[in-house]
């Protein structure tokens, strides 16, 4: 693959900070709006968002601005970026190999699952 700066796992790090506030933002938004629904406070008019989209957008930028200024924080994603840089997938065709036989296991451990509740069932229906 390469070797990948210590920039580059930064700008991965940041886009996964970004996903965490857009958690953030539909999470903290979702509650407030349900909070200000049960509340049934008014909407104000003439505002270019609503107060819970407001609340919700407002927490995710304080939590990207946190997460990217905790030295701890920062330390451990780089880390963990640069580990997930070291792992080797399989090829397509060990892939499909490999997916094929545990569908295979799936399948017949259900057929098994399905004659042992089918004879069970017949078991207890003979004793009761």
Known sequence: MGVVSPRNLQKWVSIGYMGVAIVVYLLIGRITEMVWDLA?????????????????????????IVLRRTMRVNVFMNEAAAE?????????????????VVSF???????ILALYDVVWGWGVRLLY
């Open 84 to 100: 997930l840089v070291k792992v080797t997938y399989p090829a397509k065709k060990e892939t499909w190999l490999t997916t094929g």
């Open 105 to 111: 296991i799936v399948v017949l451990s259900a057929l």
């Open 40 to 64: 049934r406070w008014p909407y104000p008019d003439g505002w270019p968002m609503t107060p819970p989209e407001l609340t919700g957008f407002v927490s995710a930028i304080i939590t990207f």
